[in-house]
């Protein structure tokens, strides 16, 4: 998960750097894709069941991911809940800890 983790996160900061540029509508593009992507991807997973730690870690990644993009789109209390959701599957994920706090919540 941390290899594609990188790419998620490599998605948010290049979003993040176009809005800082002022091209919103590609950086909004940006942030829908990493929202559609992983929403496709948890719905494949969920097939399969649940329980599991490694269950967990993917849906925790899951959660994070789109936490990411809902932070980049400003929907903050949306992202809240989705990194309190990561950390509830995985209470070490570690960026969700730092994005939890950085909404100051």
Sequence with gaps: TSS????????????MAQ???GNTSQ?????NDILSAD???A?????????TRAADQ????????????????VRNSEAL????????????HVW???YQKKLGK
Excluded: H, W
């Design 19 to 21: 809005k800082a540029l």
């Design 96 to 98: 969700s800890q730092y």
């Design 43 to 51: 719905n494949a997973f969920s097939q399969f069941g649940g329980g």
């Design 39 to 41: 929403n496709t991807r």
């Design 58 to 73: 993917i849906k925790a990644e899951s959660c994070y991911s789109k936490g990411l993009a809902l932070m980049g789109m």
């Design 4 to 15: 594609r983790r990188g790419g998620v996160e490599q998605s948010f900061y290049s979003a």
């Design 81 to 92: 809940l989705q990194f309190r959701e990561a950390l509830s599957l995985n209470p070490g």
């Design 27 to 31: 950086a909004d593009k940006m942030l």
